[in-house]
């Protein structure tokens, strides 16, 4: 029988998407004659735009066989519980994202219903402060789950990581070329194709170097230079849903212990990050041109940062959206070649995770099957969609006002979907998890209460339950979350006791 496995992957492209392929790939093709390279250029710089990620990278790194520590001490990192949004939904009011779930679910109900159900009848309680991520991010406190006790609050910590994504590259090309993976330096100045198919056949460099591949990975950044400017396959403006198109990034002085939390604070255009790390604090204002010049915008981010800034500011200049295909042919785009949407809610480096792990579902062989690639494209283009509407849903919830572009955000429409999610909220109280949606019912719930959705009804078959009950069970809990929060040690203990970075 003929064997059509691939014998060669070409990753065009360094920086996290690169190197994040070429661990995935290299991890999966060990015992295999398959060869991988990886061409990268120093010449090119890389977008950081994100060093913030969401909780599914543990389950990556694990994957990889990558030790936390090491990884936390070598990356400059620090622990993240959740994302602080100021001033969104007007000004002066914050709340704070969390990774993890509010309260504890009890007859087969959703806690959150009960919450409502107390909400609705008069008691001023705060939602948030039953979510012990919340508590965590508060008072400053990080530990990881305990594994002993399945039933006690601190079971159930949910975290993530705030990093330096040039270090977390590096971190991920040691590992992948311990595994074989072969790095060639250069540019790429010519790519042929197939004259029938139209696939990719070789890549040669500035320094001579040829390059023949089976399959190709784009990670060349928003030009996507084999995906675009080689098969020319278009790309789904969506602009009108997100229409912040710049952003310009700087890294400033730590001043005081990191916070186990990113910051996003609304301002005149968009909005700005801040995400702590061990060394220096990573900030940057993402804003619409529309409605702020560069100037404008670079002398606000530099008038709101805690310290001296360590670089001159950079411009960044993008359109969200994402190619018309993923995967074209024999090629597939991740990260930036493949789409952006701004990284409000640390979604970059966790849809490249999303795309590499599809990719092994459907991974091809020489004859590149088309259903499978159809799938794979059908399958992503989904959870992009999702993405996007839980950014939406950040800008359109608002009472804001006070600028041009706040009044522009209030007449976004949103998609049929996303009315239909605030509708389901909003009339019965109810979310729904969809397949494919990176953000859970937590998620969901914290984002929409946060931004001014109330409901005006709850899960029906908890009129059997009295109020008085419901009180005292959300009491209760209330309490437990408030003696685990105690409990754990203040976030900058941890990390001089299991993972401080030697510089």
Avoid at 211 to 220: E, H, N, P, R, T
Avoid at 349 to 355: A, C, D, E, F, G
Avoid at 380 to 399: C, I, M
Wanted: one cysteine or more; a negative charge; glycine letters at 8%.
């Amino acid at each position: 029988m003929t064997s059509h496995a691939l014998d060669h992957i070409v990753i065009v492209g360094g920086g996290t998407a690169g190197w994040m392929a070429a661990a995935t790939l290299s991890n999966l093709m060990q015992g295999t004659k398959t060869k991988i390279t990886l061409v990268e250029s120093e010449e090119i710089g890389t977008v950081g735009v994100g060093e913030a990620t969401i909780p599914p990278i543990i389950a990556f790194n694990d994957m990889l066989g990558i030790d936390e520590d090491e990884f936390v001490r070598e990356t400059n990192a620090t622990f993240k519980l959740g994302i602080e949004f100021v001033d969104w939904f007007e000004k002066g009011h914050s709340y704070i994202h969390p990774f993890g779930d509010f309260g504890a679910d009890f007859d087969a109900i959703p806690f959150y219903q009960y919450w409502v159900r107390s909400s609705l009848a008069g008691r001023d309680d705060d939602l948030f402060s039953y979510s012990l991520m919340v508590e965590a991010c508060r008072r400053q406190k990080f530990m990881r789950p305990v594994k002993d006790r399945p039933d006690s609050a601190l079971a159930g910590i949910n975290y993530a990581f705030q990093f330096d994504a040039s270090l977390y590259a590096k971190f991920l090309r040691k590992h992948a070329e311990a595994r074989g993976v072969e790095r060639v330096e250069g540019k790429i100045v010519t790519v042929d194709q197939d004259a029938d198919t139209g696939h990719v056949t070789t890549l040669t460099t500035d320094k001579a170097a040829e390059l023949k591949g089976d399959f190709f990975v784009d990670c060349s950044g928003f030009r996507g230079l084999l995906i675009e400017q080689t098969l020319e396959t278009g790309y789904e403006d969506w602009s009108s849903w997100l229409p912040c198109n710049r952003a310009v990034a700087v890294p400033c002085e730590k001043v005081g212990d990191p916070i186990p939390y990113t910051r996003a604070t609304a301002r005149e255009a968009g909005w700005q990050w801040r995400i702590p790390l061990q060394h220096r604090t990573g900030n940057g204002y993402v804003y619409c041109s529309d409605f702020l010049e560069d100037e404008a915008a670079t002398e606000t981010l530099l008038s709101n940062l805690d310290g001296a800034p360590i670089a001159d500011p950079k411009i960044l200049r993008f359109l969200t959206g994402h190619r018309k295909k993923f995967w074209n042919k024999n090629v597939l785009a991740l990260g930036l070649a493949a789409g952006f949407m701004e990284p409000l809610e640390s979604t970059s480096i966790h849809l490249v995770q999303t795309s590499l792990a599809r990719l092994l579902t459907h991974f091809p062989d020489k004859r590149f099957d088309q259903t499978d690639i159809d799938a794979f494209n059908a399958r992503t283009l989904r959870e992009y969609q999702f993405v996007r509407d839980f950014l939406v849903l950040h800008y359109t919830a608002t009472k804001r006002d006070d600028t041009p572009f706040w009044r522009h955000c209030k007449i976004i429409e949103p998609s049929a979907d996303l009315k239909r999610r605030i509708a389901q909220w909003e009339g019965t109280g109810r979310i729904f998890e969809e397949p494919n949606d990176i953000f859970g019912t937590a998620s969901w719930l914290a984002v929409l209460y946060g931004q001014g959705y109330r409901p005006q009804s709850y899960h029906p078959l908890i009129e059997k339950m009295p109020i008085k009950r419901i009180d005292g069970v959300l009491a209760s809990i209330g309490k437990t979350i408030d003696a685990a929060a105690d409990f754990m040690p203040a976030h900058q203990s941890f990390i001089d006791k299991n993972c401080k970075a030697v510089s």
